[in-house]
């Protein structure tokens, strides 16, 4: 039985940085604080934002000193429970810091990396779809306090059907074998990654 998450949903529209995502991929210890306020700043995100812009559902941002910046577009989607806003999908596509290959350079490398709270059946992974066609299927990664994540390598093809979509959904299965389509907008995801992938291209 497919449960669908859209009534009643609040839409938050928050960024993490893509420092952090590979740290918290990579390590265990990392945390996110309970009320989804931004986590505490690791040493490596201690430079400040150099550029921040609002597309409409979405957000782009790049940390990091000049000639080295790390750039993502990020959203949060979130359900009121109990009076309180908790977090089902978080959804960051970020560039590497480093430039690509000479062979590469008209082809910049991004990463989706999703979060999704614990209690998912893990070797189910996270399949996305743009306007009800399918798009990806992302592998878990793993699991912490913060939640369990996912991680593709996007390439041209999946860029291009994000861009062009309007509406989307991230398709799970809970451990009980309850699917569940987490619904989140595709809205300001094209402009968002136009000015992303330059950035990911220098």
């Given amino acids: 039985m497919k449960k669908f998450l859209k009534s009643g949903m609040t839409w938050v529209l928050w960024t993490i940085g ?8 990579a390590s265990p210890s990392f ?9 505490e700043q690791a040493p490596a995100q201690s430079a400040p934002a150099l550029k921040s812009q609002k597309f409409d559902d979405w957000y782009y941002r790049c940390t990091g000193s000049a000639g080295a910046e790390a750039c993502e577009v990020a959203q949060v989607a979130q359900v009121t429970k109990d009076g309180k806003p908790v977090n089902i999908l978080t959804l960051a596509i970020s560039a590497p810091p480093a430039a690509p290959s ?42 912490n306090q913060t939640g369990c994540w ?12 994000l861009k062009k979509g309007t509406a989307a959904e991230g398709l799970v299965r809970l451990m009980n074998g309850q699917d569940v389509n987490i619904r989140f907008s595709l809205k ?15």
Avoid at 31 to 39: A, I, K, L, R, V
Avoid at 150 to 161: E, N, P, R, S
Avoid at 188 to 202: I, N, S, T, V
């Fill in 102 to 143: 000479e062979k590469d350079r008209d082809k910049p490398r991004l990463m989706l990396t999703a979060l999704l709270p614990l209690n998912v059946f893990l070797p189910s992974g996270l399949s996305i779809k743009a306007d009800g066609k399918p798009v990806a299927k992302l592998d878990y990664r793993n699991c």
């Fill in 18 to 25: 893509p420092i952090l995502i590979s740290i918290a991929c």
């Fill in 188 to 202: 300001g995801l094209k402009p968002a990654l136009d000015e992303l992938q330059p950035a990911a291209a220098k």
């Fill in 31 to 39: 945390s996110q604080s309970p009320d989804g306020q931004e986590p």
């Fill in 150 to 161: 996912a991680q593709l390598a996007l390439d041209t093809k999946m860029t291009a059907a």
